[in-house]
């Protein structure tokens, strides 16, 4: 795409910046690492914009303090660009759960869907993080139906990104702008766990 030029330009009646402004569904799936800071990276456009910012987290733990959270926070709260609010839900990564809580989870999770569905129909934000909203699409939590009506149907200018591996292929049809991160290599291939300012 060189100079920024569409490689084709389609015949749908819209003018250059109709086209350009349309809202977009943003996915970015696959085994690497990088998918949720590309999102959070996205975010702070949308801030330097003056966008109000709404952040879903599904799967990681209300207890984790992440530097994405904690930088986003600071900024929304500054009053310099957008405002910025952090949903969480879920206590962990699903290899993290405790046996019998599986329902609790999946619980919280319709229950944070509700939330954005409630917040698209009201156009609460302009743009919307759903980290790592691919697993309870994947493990039949929420209902992908029912996602990919809403995210058709939403009103207004909303962005949305959806993090997370394994993105149903319905979703990555459905979306605007696909981002898969491979993994050639990885520490943890080599025994090393996470650490500071690298993952959180």
Same mark, same amino acid.
């Given at each position: 795409?060189?100079?920024?030029?569409?490689?084709?330009?389609?015949?749908? !009646?819209?003018?250059?910046?109709?086209?350009?402004?349309?809202?977009?569904?943003?996915?970015?799936?696959?085994?690497?690492?990088?998918?949720?800071?590309?999102?959070?990276?996205?975010?702070?456009?949308?801030?330097?914009?003056?966008?109000?910012? !709404?952040?879903?987290?599904?799967?990681?733990?209300?207890?984790?303090?992440?530097?994405?959270?904690?930088?986003?926070?600071?900024?929304?709260?500054? !009053?310099?660009?957008?405002?910025?609010?952090?949903?969480?839900?879920?206590?962990?990564?699903?290899?993290?759960?405790?046996?019998?809580?599986?329902?609790?989870?999946?619980?919280?999770?319709?229950?944070?869907?509700?939330?954005?569905?409630?917040?698209?129909?009201?156009?609460?934000?302009?743009?919307?993080?759903?980290?790592?909203?691919?697993?309870?699409?994947?493990? !039949?939590?929420?209902?992908?139906?029912?996602?990919?009506?809403?995210?058709?149907?939403?009103?207004?200018?909303?962005?949305?990104?959806?993090?997370?591996?394994?993105?149903? @292929?319905?979703?990555?049809?459905?979306?605007?702008?696909?981002?898969?991160?491979?993994?050639?290599?990885?520490?943890?291939?080599?025994?090393?766990?996470?650490?500071?300012?690298? @993952?959180?």
């Amino acid at each position: 795409m060189p100079q920024g030029r569409p490689p084709v330009i389609p015949d749908d !009646g819209l003018t250059t910046r109709q086209r350009r402004n349309r809202p977009l569904v943003i996915v970015h799936t696959g085994p690497g690492k990088g998918k949720s800071t590309a999102a959070f990276g996205m975010a702070l456009r949308a801030w330097n914009q003056g966008w109000p910012i !709404g952040v879903f987290q599904f799967v990681k733990s209300a207890k984790w303090r992440t530097g994405e959270e904690r930088a986003l926070r600071l900024l929304g709260a500054s !009053g310099e660009g957008g405002t910025v609010t952090w949903h969480k839900m879920g206590e962990g990564w699903s290899w993290l759960r405790r046996s019998g809580t599986g329902h609790d989870h999946a619980a919280q999770a319709r229950e944070g869907w509700e939330q954005v569905r409630r917040d698209l129909a009201a156009e609460t934000y302009r743009f919307y993080v759903l980290d790592e909203f691919t697993y309870p699409l994947a493990w !039949g939590w929420v209902d992908l139906d029912d996602v990919l009506e809403t995210l058709r149907g939403r009103p207004g200018y909303q962005h949305v990104v959806i993090t997370g591996r394994n993105a149903p @292929e319905r979703l990555v049809e459905a979306a605007d702008l696909v981002t898969e991160m491979g993994k050639i290599r990885h520490p943890m291939d080599r025994g090393q766990k996470g650490q500071k300012g690298i @993952e959180w």
